[in-house]
């Protein structure tokens, strides 16, 4: 990978940063103006992914075999305090030419403090991703270019504040994982529905948004009637004239001033 600015990648491969610093161990300072990153040479059980945010690898990524994916440790930009985290990043940005990272497949950013404008020009140039974890961040907008990563089979953004889906998620068509529970959203774009997300392998997550009544009406009697209802006539001309009104988006309920990535270093690391 090259460098870009006043910024370098070091790879670690073979091992997962710990989700816990031992006791007594201070994990080596990257030199400012770096970034640090470690990419794991996945072994272990097919089908397992790694504990990180929580999530388990699903069937349907089984076949990767050794996929490579990524977790952001550390970024260090120039002239800036050291940080070091190994499971909550405290990341605010990401660096210039990020996404230039070769052959990536799985880009784990959960539980950070990004947003639309967090994301570098050339973020979804990375359209070997298979799977992206954006949960627990800051995000009240999906960049339309979402619809450029045309292989995801995974796309995790809950717990964000986003209080729309550009219609470009539709040329996600080979996605098989939807999470976008926990946010501000009141309406579904209707080309959401030219995805298979309603099968017994297929996961499609929405609670804990503030839905305007159809489709909370629709969500009361299941997943498969929410699908059918955003591709029918009546929706899209409902929606269009929603988006027409242009209403102002609900206000922000989730107090994130107690994430750990919110706090000071000092206080983290207690």
Known sequence: MGRGGAWQARVAVGSRPPSRRPTG???????????QVAEEDRGGEPGEEPARGGH?????????GRARPLYV????????????????????TLPRGFGSLPALEVLD???????????????????????????DNDFEILPPDIGKLTKLQILSLRDNDLV?????IGELTQLKELH???NRLTVLPPELGNLDLTGQKQVFKAENNPWVTPIADQFQLGVSHVFEY???????????????ANPEPPKKNNDKSKKISRKPLAAKNK
Not at 25 to 35: D, I, L, S, T
Not at 56 to 64: K, T
Not at 109 to 135: C, H, I, K, M, Q
């Open 164 to 168: 729309s889906l550009p219609k470009e």
């Open 230 to 244: 955003i591709r029918s006539e009546t929706y899209k001309y409902l929606y269009g004239r929603h988006m027409q």
């Open 180 to 182: 976008i529970q926990g």
């Open 109 to 135: 950013l959960t539980y950070n403090n990004l947003n639309e404008n967090s994301l570098p020009g050339n973020f979804f140039y990375l359209t070997t991703l298979r799977a992206l974890y954006l949960s």
């Open 56 to 64: 388990v690898r699903p069937r349907h990524l089984q076949h990767a």
């Open 73 to 92: 440790v550390s970024y260090h930009a120039a002239g800036s305090e050291s940080q070091q985290a190994y499971n909550m990043n405290r990341l605010n």
């Open 25 to 35: 161990c201070r994990p080596a300072a990257a030199p400012r103006g770096h970034v």
